[in-house]
């Protein structure tokens, strides 16, 4: 906590490739008076963050389900996983090459589905960010930020506007964190 706003923190938990490269993946944790809040959860191995970390989660939030956000889920059994109805829907009907249904329905891992936006913890709210998947969700801090996952995988893309999603978040005009940048911006759309 920071006075008595929650704080906002990155972790890298992992590297992925893609486009011929390798890229970091961070998760996002928000210190809330109600409980340590986990964004998304990387890949299974290594588990997402330290152990003393890990054991203070109380409530954890998957932006989207590709194999790189909700990887960890299933070190958190039965912490409630928040995750909207449509995403997991999408990923269990018709799950794409960065879906792994059994990493999603891991043993232990206790979905709650929103459809649409929803209060998580006073102050916390779910926002739907679509574009990058249907189902996808990004975690407003009141006062503080935005978690926006996927809806950009950098700022120069999330500038171009061109998803739903992006557009809210550039709407909002706060500081955001992405799931493959170290460092939070307030986004700028670039014409
Ligand atoms: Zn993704």
Same mark, same amino acid.
């Given at each position: 906590?920071?006075? $008595?706003? #929650?704080?906002?923190?990155?972790? =890298?938990?992992?590297? %992925?490739?893609?486009?011929?490269?390798? *890229?970091?993946?961070?998760?996002?944790?928000?210190?809330?008076?109600?409980?340590?809040?986990?964004?998304?959860?990387?890949?299974? $191995?290594? #588990?997402?963050?330290?152990?003393? =970390?890990?054991?203070? %989660?109380?409530?954890?939030?998957?932006? *989207?389900?590709?194999?790189?956000?909700?990887?960890?889920?299933?070190?958190?059994?039965?912490?409630?996983v928040h995750v909207q109805a449509r995403e997991l829907a999408a990923a269990a009907a018709e799950p794409d090459e960065h879906t792994r249904p059994e990493w999603v329905h891991a043993p232990g891992v206790v979905y709650v589905e929103h459809d649409g936006e929803a209060e998580l913890l006073p102050g916390i709210r779910l926002v739907p960010t679509p574009g990058h998947t249907a189902g996808h969700q990004s975690v407003l801090v009141e006062g503080v930020g935005l978690v926006g996952g996927d809806v950009a995988y950098s700022f120069r893309s999330l500038g171009d506007a061109d998803t739903e999603g992006k557009r809210r978040v550039l709407a909002l005009g706060v500081e955001t964190w992405l799931a493959h940048v170290e460092r939070p911006h307030v986004p700028r759309r670039i014409d």
């Open positions: 906590m920071n006075g $008595d706003k #929650p704080v906002i923190r990155a972790h =890298l938990a992992a590297h %992925v490739e893609a486009y011929g490269g390798l *890229h970091p993946v961070y998760v996002h944790t928000v210190e809330h008076p109600e409980g340590l809040v986990l964004v998304d959860t990387g890949l299974p $191995d290594p #588990p997402p963050l330290p152990q003393e =970390l890990r054991s203070r %989660v109380a409530v954890v939030v998957n932006t *989207h389900l590709h194999f790189d956000h909700c990887g960890g889920n299933r070190c958190f059994p039965g912490v409630p």
